[in-house]
């Protein structure tokens, strides 16, 4: 099991970015998958996340309206498409996955202890 997340950069505040996490050795339809961030001094914290069999989605509440997670089955492959980042979206983001752990995310504390993580993409919103 693989993830490769890229997509990170330096963005105003306001701006967009679109996160990708590419994965191997597993199919994405099949497991939950998402994202969590993890600032410097600070916990990490789960931004996001997909449920396998329903695609049920969740969201932080200090990222609902803004960020939007999507699964593009053809392409294995997660996003999370940013709008209006705020400076407090700064942190470096990974994506999670597990394979064995059923087809819910439990988020956000299931993400979290998701057994899989690939590195992360450092997001850095700043004027």
């Known amino acids: 099991v693989q993830l490769q997340a890229s997509g990170g950069g330096l963005v105003q505040p306001g701006g967009s970015l679109r996160l990708s996490c590419e994965a191997a050795g597993f199919s994405v339809p099949y497991h939950p998958i998402g994202w969590f961030r993890q600032a410097p001094g600070k916990e990490r914290e789960g931004v996001s996340c997909?449920?396998?069999?329903?695609?049920?989605?969740y969201y932080a509440d200090s990222v609902k309206g803004r960020f939007t997670i999507i699964r593009d089955n053809a392409e294995n492959t997660v996003y999370l498409q940013m709008n209006g980042l705020k400076p407090e979206d700064t942190a470096v983001y990974h994506c999670a996955t597990d394979i064995v752990y059923g087809s819910m995310c439990h988020f956000p504390g299931g993400l979290l202890g998701f057994g899989y993580r690939g590195q992360g993409t450092q997001v850095t919103v700043s004027s």
């Open positions: 997909i449920n396998s069999l329903d695609n049920i989605t």
